[in-house]
């Protein structure tokens, strides 16, 4: 079945520093993948998302790069704030109709 | 603006007790979920709805039933609260129109089962 596998928090990273979270997936088939962002105490909502391979999806600083050969859609940002600080969830839709979901990755941000 | 709501953010209840949660969303969208989300666990699917009166079991679906008797709303139903059901629900619906099929998420419900 399809899987999403993410790194395991938390990342804690000082303001401006260069950030990285790695998201794999197994899947059949051409699936859609996504980045959603919780905020603490709200529910998730869509950061970014890429439809078919090699598409970039971006949104906020925040970019990923849907990589078919390499299976991967890792987030990355250049300079992170404060206020980014939360958990990031990789997902991907395949051919099942149930999206999948990593485990979450927790952000923290220092000043 | 797209909107998914549930009805409590915050639910404390006693042990044996029926507890229902709301969601109701404005987007006219056909599918919707209930989630449960633990540390360390992610985001685990308790049941899914195709449509109205049209319902799935998710990974997770023992102790808790459903209902979604109109299409704009999906009720969670624990019939006998346990302490081991403490834990945040969120809910989450989305439309099969486009490709992307992205979810749109409600603020979630903590609840608590003392």
């Known amino acids: 079945g399809d899987s999403v596998t993410q790194m395991e928090g938390p990342v804690t990273l000082s303001e401006e520093a260069f950030l990285t979270i790695n998201c794999t997936y197994t899947a059949t088939g051409y699936p859609s993948l996504f980045w959603y962002v919780q905020y603490p105490g709200e529910g998730l909502q869509l950061l970014l998302k890429a439809t078919k391979a090699d598409d970039k999806g971006s949104n906020k600083g925040f970019e990923a790069t849907y990589r078919k050969e390499t299976t991967s859609f890792h987030l990355e940002k250049g300079s992170v704030q404060v206020s980014d600080s939360a958990v990031y969830f990789c997902a991907l839709r395949g051919g099942s109709y149930i999206p999948t979901f990593g485990r979450g990755t927790s952000l923290i941000v220092h000043p | 603006d797209v909107k998914v709501t549930q009805s409590s953010r915050y639910l404390v209840k006693r042990t044996g007790e029926k507890v229902f949660l709301e969601c109701v969303q404005d987007m006219d969208h056909e599918n919707m979920f209930w989630y449960r989300q633990d540390p360390g666990l992610g985001l685990r699917l308790i049941y899914f709805s195709y449509d109205v009166k049209m319902k799935e079991k998710g990974d997770i679906p023992e102790g808790y039933s459903v209902s979604r008797e109109k299409k704009e709303r999906f009720s969670l139903i624990l019939e006998s609260a346990s302490t081991n059901q403490t834990s945040m629900y969120l809910c989450?619906?989305?439309?099969?129109?486009?490709?992307?099929?992205?979810?749109?998420f409600g603020p979630g419900t903590r609840l608590t089962v003392t």
């Open positions: 989450a619906s989305r439309t099969l129109a486009g490709d992307s099929y992205e979810q749109y």
